[in-house]
């Protein structure tokens, strides 16, 4: 029903900046909330931001918030992440997720219910 394809990771060292993409395709792509997650080695999925489907709502993980910010464009069916001051705990594979409404994607449950990008790797040097 959804497809999303990530674009946009890199290597960058602290500090820096980097802004990934995600492209939504599908007949209802619009109708979704996205989000993004990422996954460090050796760490569980965790949750990074959501946008609501109107772009109207945002959600942030307290981790990133004030550096992060997600944004979306529903005439592109493009999603957004701009990272800021880049840290290395940062670094992780990002993944770009559609779900129902943002706020459930902030304590997310059942995956299943989800649609995934194939993930954009995301590396903070020290």
């Known amino acids: 029903q959804v497809q999303l394809v990530e674009s946009g990771g890199g290597l960058v060292q602290t500090g820096g900046s980097l802004r990934l993409s995600c492209a939504a395709s599908g007949r209802t792509a619009s109708s979704y909330a996205m989000g993004w997650f990422r996954q460090a080695p050796g760490k569980e999925r965790e949750f990074v931001a959501a946008i609501s489907s109107s772009g109207r709502s945002t959600y942030y993980a307290d981790s990133v918030k004030g550096r992060f910010t997600i944004s979306r464009d529903n005439a592109k069916n493009t999603v957004n992440l701009q990272m800021n001051s880049l840290k290395p705990e940062d670094t992780g594979a990002y993944y770009c997720?559609?779900?129902?409404?943002?706020?459930?994607?902030?304590?997310?449950?059942?995956?299943?219910?989800?649609?995934w990008g194939q993930g954009t790797q995301v590396t903070v040097s020290s």
């Open positions: 997720a559609a779900h129902y409404t943002a706020q459930a994607m902030v304590t997310p449950k059942d995956s299943s219910s989800y649609y």
